[in-house]
């Protein structure tokens, strides 16, 4: 059975041609291919000049998944898969991993759509668990442990959240996932995020590195800002959702691009100079963000995420989202995302911190707004 359509990319499909300012991004300005060679060391300058463009590992580069491993004190590089395509492989590739008819997942809410949209097309149904609007996006965690199940193999989980940019505190991280594997239930920690907190201090530890049954899935294409080398992989210490996984992926992609892996490989030896980039965009998008929120107190719900890039207004007015976004884009060409995308029903819509261009959508929506009284 096929999932459902996914919202997201549909949305982004039927208004990209008319969009000159992309105010809902979920990705950070990207590099030049020159910009990111000029940060190759001797030797993977090497691997990029002797690249051949045959097959490469399905499993992908050692050195590639050496550099992956090293982010997580708990993983080798055998322990890590990569994928192409982002999370996306990654995720699809573990939800079949996971789930199957009569299973049950729990997914924390809103949620990214690889996250719920597959489970129901394999026979498994979802709970969701809502972080609280009125709380500054806190996720519940006695509403997690009700939802559990005796037939609960999976807890999907994404911090810093897309949409909402929420982050639980390390206690409550380390509860949830001590929670789940009481449980004996998997937690797949969507983690594309990660690193684009605003303290080092409040970067969580790793899922695979708390609980060895849990999986943390990571990218190229957020705090990196290399969404275009479309390469992802999950992380975790159970061989047997490991040996699962890759078999699964000898069905789907077989192997990542080979410049795509070792360009991969020169980005994360440079980990601290592009997360310090990454930062610096995001941090001077949040104060204009901030300055023009507070300018449109009467318009507009504003709650500054506490990590990562994205947040979730509310449309304050009495018109749906979805009309205030196609007039907006129609009229300024400022594209926002509806919360409606991802199943939310009060007038919310994703606001993206990554693209340097972004006060210059604000000024045009001031003109918008000021255009209709």
Known sequence: MIPNRCEIEDFFGRWDPEVKYHACASDVDPLSLRELLELADADTRALWDGLELGYTETTGHPLLREAIADQYPEISANEVTVCAGGAVEALFLLAHTLLGPGDHAVVVWPAFESLHRIAPSLGATITAVELDADNEWHLDLGAVRKALRPNTRALFVNFPHNPTGALPSHAEFAELLAMAGDAGVTVVSDEVY????????????????????????????????????????????????????????????????????????????????????????????????????????????????????????????????????????????????????????DNRFRVGLGRSALPKAFDRMDEFLAARG
């Not at 899935?217 to 080398?229: D, E, P, Q, T």
């Not at 490991?242 to 892996?261: F, G, H, I, N, Q």
């Not at 507070?294 to 890039?309: E, N, S, V, Y």
Request: with cysteine; hydrophobic share 45%.
């Open 194 to 345: 990660r690193y684009l907190e605003y303290d080092d201090a409040d970067t969580l530890p790793a899922a695979c590195d708390l609980d060895e049954r849990a999986v943390s899935v990571g990218v190229m294409s957020k705090a990196y800002a290399l969404a275009g080398l479309r390469i992802g992989w999950l992380a975790t210490r159970d061989q047997a959702i490991t040996d699962a996984a890759r078999t699964l992926k000898d069905y789907t992609t077989v192997c990542s691009s080979a410049p795509a892996e070792i360009l991969s490989l020169i980005a994360l030896r440079a980990h601290d100079r592009l997360i310090e980039r990454s930062r610096t965009i995001i941090k001077a998008n949040l104060a204009h963000a901030e300055s023009f929120f507070g300018r449109h107190r009467d318009t507009f719900a504003w709650a500054a995420p506490a990590a990562g890039m994205l947040a979730f207004p509310r449309l304050l007015l009495p018109t749906p989202v979805e009309d205030f976004v196609t007039d907006l884009v129609r009229d300024q060409g400022v594209l926002l995302l509806p919360g409606t995308v991802f199943d939310t029903t």
